[in-house]
């Protein structure tokens, strides 16, 4: 992975190409996930939009406001919907219906669109401490995200056009602040394989993602609004490589987790309230013969943020020696 310094302008050139799902997958007041391959738009709108121009990313200041022109084409017609900045907490917050706390809703604005599904609105995107700053009523929801949400895999903040009616999320474009942080790279550890074993564990390695996550934590953060693989939102499954040879592997990611109150999801049984559960890794890789102890794996998965890849093709890598 390039050093940290050489990032950011990276981050925006990278999210000039690919957007990433974090571009606030779910609606702005609740909603269904976004696809990579979506991109811009969220399905199943097929809407086009530009922010200040680009289609998935617009670079932003850490102390002033930054004024966010939109303009879309095929959307609803004649349709009341809404343009706000939000917190990437609400891709992954449990009950979604609570998503609407991680928007700055005083700097966003209402517009109804034109007869042919057209729509043109300026917004200015903040960030937390800057003059005026961005502020959600969940007090966790800040721009750009911590160090811990990044290391969860919610890497950006963004503008999102929903449907204000039905709560129904239709386009998103990444907000890229000059010191946005940048993930902390995953780590993998395998389990010991027993006699003839043909399979051997994999997982995090102990202590490295812990739940809540923190500024310390290393995580699988390619795809946390949906995990990976994820068959329903077009994201593939791990590679894995001994020694340079793919193999096959059951390996998955899980979806990384907000809890607030009424929460529904499993994951936050138990949890307080304002606990981010990381994604976790689990799963098996098959070991072909002759492998024996020592061989290099490096688990590869895809990454669907608009942050650069640490591994080939703009995955997120780790590598560990079979045990």
Partial sequence: MPHRSRFRGGILRRAC????????????????????????PIPPSTSSCTYNGSPVAVGAS???????????????????????????????????????????????????????????????????????????????????????????????????????????????????????PIPNLPTLHLQNPSGSAKHVGADDRTGACP???????????????????????????????????PVANTLKASPAVYCVTGATATACTGRPVGTLIPPKLSGRITLPAGVSAGAAVTALEPNTTPVPGNGPSNTVAASATLP
């Fill in 17 to 40: 190409t690919v957007a990433g799902t974090l571009g606030l997958g779910a609606a702005l007041l609740g909603g269904m996930a976004a696809t990579p391959a979506s991109a811009i």
């Fill in 62 to 180: 850490n102390t002033t406001g930054t004024p966010v022109t939109v303009d879309c084409t095929g959307l609803p017609a004649n349709t009341l919907l809404i343009v706000a900045q939000t917190s990437p907490l609400a891709g992954v917050i449990s009950p979604s219906t609570s998503a609407a706390t991680e928007a700055d809703l005083s700097t966003g604005t209402s517009v109804t669109t034109s007869a042919t599904g057209t729509l043109t609105a300026t917004i200015t995107v903040t960030a937390t401490g800057g003059t005026p700053g961005f502020k959600a009523l969940d007090h966790k929801a800040v721009c750009p995200p911590t160090q811990a949400q990044v290391n969860a895999g919610l890497t950006n903040c963004v503008v999102t056009v929903a449907n204000l009616a039905t709560s129904t999320g239709l386009n998103f474009g990444n907000i890229v602040y000059p010191t946005s």
């Fill in 211 to 245: 739940t809540p996550v923190h500024a310390t934590s290393h995580c699988w953060w390619g795809a946390a609004l949906t995990g990976a693989p994820n068959t329903a939102a077009g994201v593939p499954g791990f590679t894995v490589l001994i020694n340079g040879t």
